[in-house]
């Protein structure tokens, strides 16, 4: 049995969560208590994709439902499929931003100071940098969700979209890949539709639109177009992590900004 405890500072309540897993069977009841409130229960699935496993979504559902229960403020976008919760606005960010280009475009590099990773025996995060039209900002985000998987950054511009980045440890799925590529990890079907679900919070059969191979720097990466929702992912992998890089908007924004989206999308680097 393992168990994750969720304290927020703003509020007296706190989350508990725990994991039972039945001896002989593969599905694993989560259950989650609040300090002062009820206890609720979620299903936990996992299914195994050409020997990738994967952790849907059942106990995030869990966790947002006790979090209302325990008046818990939760934080996700919408079509994320991935919830945070929530701490001060950007407490301890490192500003990572430059100033415009030319173009009014600016360089996010993920700096060298900031904190994260995956506890002790990891390595440090290797930065990774995009870019972004005038107006993009940071936004607050905080602990890895329930599947595994860590939020490490979020952006967005009310009137054009947002986007966010998911480290995701390689030993999740493999045991020997602590010098990772994303032709290691599977094919582009193979990625999008195990790590797919992890960014949309859904299966991805069917709402794949495109999918393209791009070489940087010798490093391969894998871009893909959904629909619904709309979103741009890309998918890389380097050191001993995997990389989610997505971009997504309402229709409106979609319509009016596709050609900016798609550039921050294609514009994402493993330094």
Known sequence: MSSLALFLPSSSSSLFLTKQVHPTKGRAPAVVRCSGGPTLSGSHEEEEREGVMVALVGRRNALASAAAACGVSVLGFAGDGL???????????????????????????????????????????????????????????????LGGTEIDLRFGNPKEGRLSVIVAPTRRFA?????????????????????????????????????????????????????????????????????????????????????????????????
């Open 175 to 271: 045991d020997d890949l602590d010098d990772a590529t994303i032709e290691k990890i599977g094919t582009p079907e193979k990625v999008i539709n195990a790590f797919g679900p992890e960014v949309i919070g859904e299966n991805v059969e069917g709402k794949v639109l495109s999918t393209a191979t791009a070489e940087y720097s010798g490093r391969t990466y894998y871009q893909f177009e959904l629909e619904p929702p709309h979103i741009f992912i890309t998918a890389t992998a380097a050191g001993n992590r995997l990389y989610l890089f997505s971009v997504t908007a309402n229709g409106l924004q979609w319509k009016r900004h596709y050609k900016d989206l798609k550039q921050i999308a294609e514009s994402f680097r493993v330094v």
């Open 83 to 145: 919830a945070a919760a929530k701490q001060g606005p950007l407490a301890g960010r490192i500003p990572g931003l430059s100033g415009p280009d030319q173009n009014g475009w600016k360089t996010y590099r993920r700096p060298d100071e900031k904190s994260g990773g995956h506890g002790v025996g990891w390595s440090p995060i290797i930065p990774y940098s995009f870019k972004v039209p005038d107006g993009w900002e940071e936004t607050p985000v905080s602990i890895a969700d």
